[in-house]
């Protein structure tokens, strides 16, 4: 029986490496896929990992009707074994129910990759959709850290350095400067903010805490301590 199956987990926990990953075995067995994406931050019709792997794919557009691709893609005499969805926390409601018809009505298995919480701590439409739909939910094993080290179960944005809790859901970028500054970037002209991405766990979330601002709160703790006495302190 074909599945529905939907991997989700915080950013930099490795879902675009298992997807490409996912396609390579089922390629190597003689299957044939689609693969998706949207918003990736490599850019249009391309799935990246954070490790450098890299794969063309169709973009998802507010207007692509899974359905309709896939029965265009078989009445063209082409098999479809498979659909790989990356980036699925930002499909619509509508289109996680066209990829739920593919399983049912044409037995092609769909596996879907994405976060299930955005920045605010509220679940992504698309994500939502899928936990009700899915045949199967996979938490990915590869779990990841927040600065302090425990298990990063929150996603956190930050604009100019400082982390915020309101804002526009999708802002893409990549998880590259939070940490380095651990988080994603969104690197607009100079004259707009900086957006990065940051993993949490949840304490240091509710607390607004990110690896910079930790740098900098022990960066004063120290200077504090070696500072000279002055007569009569």
């Known amino acids: 029986m074909a599945e529905l199956v939907f991997f989700s987990g915080t ?9 490409l990953q996912l396609d390579h075995t089922h390629r190597a067995r003689g299957r044939e896929g689609l693969l998706f994406t949207r918003c990736d931050r490599a ?3 391309v799935i990246s990992s954070r490790l450098g792997l890299r794969r063309d794919a169709l973009e998802v557009r507010d207007g692509t009707d899974f ?9 063209g005499g082409q098999h479809l074994d498979y659909v790989v969805c990356d980036e699925a926390q930002f499909y619509s409601p509508r289109q996680v129910e066209q990829l739920a018809r593919i399983v049912d009505d044409l037995g092609v298995d769909v596996y879907a990759f ?6 605010r701590t509220r679940l992504f439409p698309g994500s939502a959709r899928l936990v009700e739909l899915a045949d199967r939910l996979e938490v990915l094993q590869v779990e990841a850290l927040c600065w302090c080290g ?4 929150h996603n956190a ?5 400082e982390m915020v809790v309101e804002g526009e859901q999708v802002v893409v970028g990549d998880v590259q400067a939070a940490e380095d500054e651990d988080g994603a970037t969104d690197t607009a002209p100079a004259t707009t903010a900086v957006v990065a991405y940051e993993v949490l766990c949840r304490r240091h979330h509710v ?16 200077r504090l301590e070696d500072a000279p006495l002055t007569a009569g302190a």
């Open 11 to 19: 950013m930099d926990c490795g879902k675009s490496t298992l997807a």
């Open 43 to 45: 850019g249009d019709s």
């Open 67 to 75: 359905w309709e691709v896939a029965v265009a893609h078989r009445t």
């Open 114 to 119: 994405g976060i299930m919480a955005d920045f």
């Open 150 to 153: 425990a298990r990063a179960t």
């Open 157 to 161: 944005r930050t604009v100019d350095g």
């Open 207 to 222: 607390r607004r805490e990110t690896a910079a601002r930790a740098r900098t709160r022990v960066g004063r703790q120290l």
